[in-house]
């Protein structure tokens, strides 16, 4: 199957995969990889989106992998008649991916006591509960995400555009930049499917000792990427930079 809807649901699931397996690793009890850190966290983000941007442009789609960058591409297009089949792709990849991890680190939930800690596999949250400031930060780093991205593909930084493969690379690393500079604050989510499709398999799935899925926080890292990536859209929209 080769289409921009299969493209962008594979693509989540093996970005969402790898992401939360990466926060797996760090967290759960008796895995190799427990307390490496920060560091490691955002590395394997980065590597995540890389992997799930080649997979969906080998399955067809363009690797937007995110609703907020889709509403924010829409934006800046006005056309807007495939975003709701594509952000149900990614919504639905980003399910599949963290059950996959959920199934992929099966005896290691039940040694981890902390249910926060599991609950921070799948989804983001506040290192300070401060909703408005929290909001602001997630409609931050997802405007510089959409903004960079932009620019990485722009006539001006490459007229004939990035060597092959060379913008996925990009685009990887400034995701793991916005990790290091920004994601300190709330675990930037920077993408609604992210958090959302995982936090509901936190919710669904049988994940012994999981704990709630705090949903009273869960409006932020949806409504402030999404604000975000608007924000990004019409100022490259109005702005022309490129």
Partial sequence: MHSPWFGEFMGTMVLVLLGN???????LRKSYAANSGWIVVTTGWALAVMCGVLVAQGFGAHGALNPA?????????????????????????AVCGATLMTLHYGPHWAQTEDPAAK???????????????NLLSEIIGTALLV?????????GVAPNGPAAG?????????????????????????????????RLTHAI????????????????PVLGPLIGGVLAGLLVKFTHPW
């Fill in 119 to 133: 609950l921070g596999i799948f989804c983001t949250g506040p290192a300070i509960k401060a909703p408005m400031w």
């Fill in 69 to 93: 960058i889709t509403l924010a591409n829409d934006v800046v297009s006005g056309h807007y008649e495939d975003l709701l089949s594509l952000w149900s792709a990614q919504m639905l990849g």
């Fill in 205 to 220: 799935l049988p994940i012994p000792g999981k704990g709630r899925s705090n949903w009273s926080y869960a409006p932020i």
């Fill in 21 to 27: 397996g990466v926060c797996a690793g760090v967290t």
């Fill in 166 to 198: 060379v913008g996925t690379w990009l685009v990887a690393s400034l995701v793991w930049g916005i990790g290091l500079s920004l994601g300190g604050t709330t675990g930037y989510a920077i993408n609604p499917a992210r958090d959302l499709g995982p």
């Fill in 147 to 155: 903004v960079v991205a932009g620019a990485i593909f722009s006539p």
